[in-house]
């Protein structure tokens, strides 16, 4: 039986992490797929593209996968920014990945992690985000959509909150089914930004759509963050009705019973 492992991980080819595959691969036994960012005109880096940089990737675990037995997939987390799609589509247009997240970072101005957002008034920043968020989905190839909450990170939001956003986010989820992506359990949301009790809340609406792929990544940037919290998150999912989760191969899933 195959066992779950992470969906969503980063190491030094992602511009905001230094971690690397071997962290990862010694204190593990099975598959190690990792997700590196990026993200185009991005606001953290001053406006310039942190794109991860393909052939030495690919090199690092070719040699890797020889040495550590085929453990290693490739991945990528494409920032979608809609004024610079067409440079999105250009560096995909001749990579191939085992698993690709489509996130939605920035806006151009700011990233949604920056400290500024959280005194900014949350309707703003939410109606925002959703906006960008819903117009990403289907304009570029995709398997999973990565934290449905990033924009509101940084906020201490209800369930009541969220529902006011309900009918939005029912669109967002059933346009994510359409095009056939997951919905991403993001550990660090769930864990680290106290946002459980939301993906509890949306799990319930993608599921009520018939939605059937679901996904867990701890989104770790570091060891420490590998693989967070599965051990409660595995049977949480099965109380909110979700016993089975997807895992990608060259864009194909595969589901693991948990
Ligand atoms: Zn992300
Ligand atoms: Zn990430």
């Known amino acids: 039986m195959t066992h ?26 099975g598959v190690v797929v990792t997700t590196e960012h990026f993200d185009v005109a991005n606001p953290v880096s001053d406006g310039k593209t942190d794109a991860p940089d393909y052939a030495a990737y690919t090199a690092e675990i070719n040699a890797l996968n020889k040495r550590y037995g085929n453990r290693i ?74 934290h449905f909450d990033y924009g509101i990170r940084l906020f201490d939001v209800s369930v009541d909150d969220l529902k ?41 609406l993608v599921r009520k759509l018939g939605g059937s792929l679901f996904t867990l990544g701890s989104d770790g940037h570091k060891l420490s963050h590998y693989q967070l919290a599965f051990d409660e998150l595995l049977p949480w999912l099965k109380t909110q009705g979700v016993t089975e989760l997807v895992v990608f191969r060259d864009g194909r899933h595969e589901f693991v019973t948990i």
């Open 164 to 204: 006011h956003y309900e009918p939005q986010l029912l669109r967002i989820f059933q346009k994510m089914i359409d095009h056939k992506l997951a919905f991403e359990i993001n550990a660090k949301s769930t864990h680290l930004y106290g946002h459980l009790p939301l993906y509890a809340y949306a799990i319930s």
């Open 73 to 146: 997939l490739k991945g990528i987390e494409i920032g979608y920014y809609a004024p610079k799609e067409a440079e999105i589509l250009a560096y995909l247009s001749d990579k191939t990945y085992d698993l690709k997240l489509l996130s939605v970072h920035h806006n151009g101005e700011f990233d949604y992690l920056d400290e500024f957002v959280a005194d900014m008034p949350f309707d703003t920043i939410m109606t925002r985000y959703l906006a960008e968020l819903e117009y990403a989905i289907g304009r570029l190839p995709a398997d999973v959509l990565a």
């Open 4 to 29: 779950y492992y992470d969906q969503h991980l980063h190491t030094h080819f992602s511009y905001d992490s230094e971690a690397n595959f071997t962290d990862y691969l010694e204190n593990s036994t």
